[in-house]
């Protein structure tokens, strides 16, 4: 297979990480016989520095194009100044919508041997095995109206929670097929208590869930969700929300797997290229040192080989190294360990090119 994949290694830690995940993949393609040609642009806080804008039309058109986009991180303290016209993270939201992935696929599994790194207590976080499924392109992100005015003498601002039904059904369709290859079983996180907009969405989760009488369907109030995180982890199996309630339930879920250096997200639309990229920040305060865990960007490789590209077994052999490596002790210093960014993936990519894999099915 040949491929084209566009990386926007970012700001901060970004331009490490995913330095290792092409490594990753250049082993990927020399084990497997594929080709991938890879073309590297700006977007975040250094586009903004180099071209003045976070994500140029030009960059947004590579991505469009290409078969799959790897990001690193955007942001640091030098933009962000609350005043400026522009923001490395405006960069990643026109993406996501220019690309239309309105789908966030975020993991959190525990390897048994980081069950000591989590602050919680070993018998919560054993067994935990989470696919938090966030809306991603609506929305408070995106809502209209948006924005600050002068009204009566006092300052206003204003933000949007808004959702069509087919933004909230093509969501949660995703949800139960990807429940349906799992543990059954759906968990939709609302606040219809409260808001309009989640009483649309529990009744769209409940006409969808309809159709799959073989999947368990919860509704959990937000709150309580994010609450249940932390209680009784290991009896969530897909989490499924709207954009602003996944962004703050994957940071607090992320604790759990030990690091947030080792998770990895996909992003999803109907057509068109995915975009991968660990779910941990810039990390301004070790960029530069080469001690950043390289793990949540060779994983989102990972999903990028299984989802964009349909190589499975390629994608599962780079998890299973990974697995490996940590089960033998490798650990960057977030894990408590001392192996550079680099020594990490050669730990990871020597275990993948001794492995015995199958032969690919293609
Ligand atoms: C994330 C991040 C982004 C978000 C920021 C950087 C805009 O927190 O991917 O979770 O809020 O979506
Ligand atoms: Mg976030």
């Excluded at 566009?6 to 830690?13: F, K, N, R, S, T």
């Excluded at 793990?295 to 077994?313: F, Q």
Aim: glycine share 10%.
């Amino acid at each position: 297979m040949q491929a084209n994949i566009v990386l926007l290694p970012g700001d901060g830690i970004g331009p490490e990480v995913v330095a290792e995940a092409v490594r990753a993949l250049e082993a990927v393609a020399a084990k497997f016989g594929h080709t991938f040609s890879f073309t590297e642009r700006l977007m975040g806080g250094c586009s903004i520095d180099q071209f003045g804008t976070s994500l140029t039309e030009e960059t947004l058109a590579d991505c469009q194009a290409a078969d799959a986009v790897l990001l690193g991180a955007v942001g640091g303290p030098k933009w962000d100044d609350p005043a400026a016209k522009d923001r490395p993270e405006r960069g990643l939201l026109a993406l996501r919508k220019g690309l239309g992935v309105f789908a966030n696929l975020r993991p959190v599994k525990v390897h048994p041997a980081l069950i000591d790194c989590s602050p919680l207590k070993p018998e919560k976080v054993r067994g935990v095995d989470i696919l938090v499924i966030r809306e991603l392109t609506g929305g408070l992100y995106f809502g209209w109206p948006k924005g600050r005015e002068v009204k009566d003498g006092r300052e206003r601002a204003v933000d949007t929670l808004e959702y069509y039904d087919y933004e909230i059904r093509r969501i949660l369709e995703l949800a139960f097929k990807m429940a349906t290859g799992r543990k059954k079983k759906v968990t939709s996180v609302d606040k219809a208590n409260v808001l309009e907009s989640s009483r649309l969405w529990r009744q769209i989760a409940i006409e969808t869930g309809k159709k799959y009488p073989e999947i368990t369907l919860e509704h959990v109030l937000v709150d309580t969700a994010s609450m249940r995180l932390i209680t009784g982890p290991a009896w969530m199996d897909v989490i499924v929300t709207e954009n602003m309630f996944g962004d703050i339930l994957t940071d607090e879920a992320s604790v759990l797997a030990g690091s947030m250096g080792m998770l990895p997200s996909a992003s999803l639309g109907e057509r068109g290229p995915g975009l991968y990229e660990p779910i941990h920040g810039s990390a301004p305060d070790i960029a530069g040192k080469g001690i950043a865990n390289p793990i949540g960007t060779i994983l989102s490789a990972a999903m990028l080989l299984r989802y964009s590209l349909g190589l499975e077994v390629e994608a599962a052999a780079l998890e299973q190294a990974v697995e490996q490596a940590i089960s033998d002790g490798c650990r960057t210093a977030d894990l408590g360990g001392s192996l550079t960014t680099r020594q990490m993936t050669d730990e990871i990519l020597r275990r993948m090119r001794d492995a015995e894999n199958p032969a690919p099915i293609h």
